[in-house]
């Protein structure tokens, strides 16, 4: 069976005119599908660990990270292949996994592309696709998923730019903390930390690439810890992870491991995938070939 996992809200409605953009090409397939809509946030959970998935059976995703988050989630455990028509207002999960951003196009990826397993990050029990990050990231996600801009930039198709004003209304009040992070065992302190991105794929926070070396099959987590710089300086290392092209700077240190513990003076808020998820101390771990996607 197929199992088309529709968020309608993503991207502002965006989920919802995908839906109705591909429905009669679907319609038009030879293949049994079922339509599910998400109702509230954690539905998608909800919705698919009361399905009995048999061998055979896939399902695609409208929406955007933090339906891809809920879905992979719920997944796990499961060897269930997971395709992605993007329609969220960040994308950063179909991004680092070159899927198209043309729903026709991604819908043609989803329904004939390769499956593949690939590793995932754990905090705690949580399972993260993209990165997991504390501090400035976690603040930016927090105050962006409140805000009443997202919807707006949404609405013309520039959802990057929520982003954009949150990092700058939280670089005006971030006091940033002391930090001693565990790498596969080997310790590591920093003073003044901005942010530690815990990654395993390259994007975040709607195209930020804040490791461009991080891969979702190597069977490491990328760590960038931003640290020991003002806030003058700062600004100016954020703009460079646009590009990626903030590694080698001063105040940019990048490592890979396994297993990341994460202690801070002070909390730091933390997020996965986008959502906010608590707050420091952390452990974080990935799993190899933790989920099965279609790309
Ligand atoms: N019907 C619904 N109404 C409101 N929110 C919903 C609904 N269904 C799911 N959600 C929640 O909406 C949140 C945002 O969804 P999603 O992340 O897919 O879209 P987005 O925020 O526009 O995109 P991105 O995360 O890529 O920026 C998720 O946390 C999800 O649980």
Not at 71 to 85: H, M, S
Not at 102 to 115: C, D, M, P, R, Y
Not at 165 to 189: E, M
Not at 231 to 237: C, E, G, R, S
């Amino acid at each position: 069976m197929l199992y088309f996992l529709i968020n309608p809200n993503a991207g502002n409605g965006k989920g919802k005119r995908v839906w109705h953009g591909i429905k009669h090409a679907v319609d038009k397939r030879d293949e049994a599908y079922i339509d599910l809509w998400t109702r509230f946030q954690g539905h998608s959970e909800e919705l698919l660990r009361e399905i009995e998935f048999q061998k055979g059976d896939r399902v695609i995703v409208i929406g955007g990270d933090g339906t891809v988050h809920e879905v992979l989630n719920a997944l796990a455990e499961k060897t269930v292949p997971v395709g992605i028509i993007p329609a969220g207002s960040g994308n950063d999960f179909a991004r680092g996994l070159k899927i198209p951003s043309e729903t026709g196009e991604a819908l043609h990826k989803s329904l004939e592309g390769n499956v593949v397993s690939i590793d995932a990050g754990f905090l705690g029990d949580r399972l993260f696709i993209t990165a997991a990050g504390a501090g400035f990231d976690g603040e930016v996600a927090k105050i962006t998923n409140r805000s009443w801009y997202k919807k707006w930039f949404n609405k013309i198709n520039a959802g990057h730019l929520s982003y954009l004003v949150s990092v700058i209304r939280v670089l005006i009040g971030y006091k940033p903390t002391s930090v001693t992070l565990k790498v596969d065992g080997q310790s590591f302190t920093y003073n003044r930390v901005w942010l530690i991105a815990t990654a395993n794929m390259p994007f975040y926070g709607g195209g930020i690439m804040i490791c461009p070396d991080a891969t979702e099959t190597d069977g490491k987590l990328d760590v960038c810890v931003i640290h020991g710089v003002n806030k003058l300086k700062a600004i100016t290392v954020l703009p460079k992870a646009l590009k990626g092209s903030h590694v080698g700077s001063k105040g940019v240190t990048v490592h890979k491991g396994e297993k990341i513990g994460v202690t801070s003076n002070r909390p730091m808020t933390i997020q996965c995938d986008g959502e906010m998820t608590g707050s420091t101390p952390a452990q974080i771990r990935l799993q190899r070939k933790a989920v099965m996607v279609i790309k």
